[in-house]
């Protein structure tokens, strides 16, 4: 079984970046997916970007600032964000497929000034 701890998450002005590392357990090298979603309270959780087989797939309100990215060496995955905004705030979840799909337990971002 694979865990995945995130950090990186907290509080940031708008305009502001944060930097969220996904660590897992485990060789992440062959992993069919790995990514990030976010859930903003009352909402439902929604995909932020994903790797998938080699493809990079954003949502629309994360083209163009936010960034994911791995280090297969250090068993990591990122993600960049930047020029954040207030409706960027939720709780944000690494996850990883291998032969199940493991998610990490959750990191706080607040954008706000």
């Known amino acids: 079984q694979v865990q995945l701890v995130e950090s990186g998450g907290g509080l940031v002005q708008p305009g502001g970046s944060l930097r969220l590392s996904c660590a897992a357990s485990?060789?992440?090298?062959?992993?069919?997916?790995m990514g990030w979603y976010r859930q903003a309270p009352g909402k439902e959780r929604e995909l932020v970007a994903v790797?998938?087989?080699?493809?990079?797939i954003y949502a629309d309100s994360a083209k163009g600032r936010f960034t994911i990215s791995r280090d297969i060496a250090q068993n990591t995955f990122y993600l960049q964000m930047n020029s954040l905004k207030p409706e960027d705030t939720a709780v944000y979840y690494c996850?990883?497929?291998?032969?199940?799909?493991?998610w990490g337990q959750g990191t706080q971002v607040t954008v706000s000034s």
């Open positions: 996850y990883m497929v291998l032969e199940s799909a493991y």
């Open positions: 485990g060789s992440i090298f062959r992993s069919n997916a």
């Open positions: 790797i998938r087989r080699g493809t990079t």
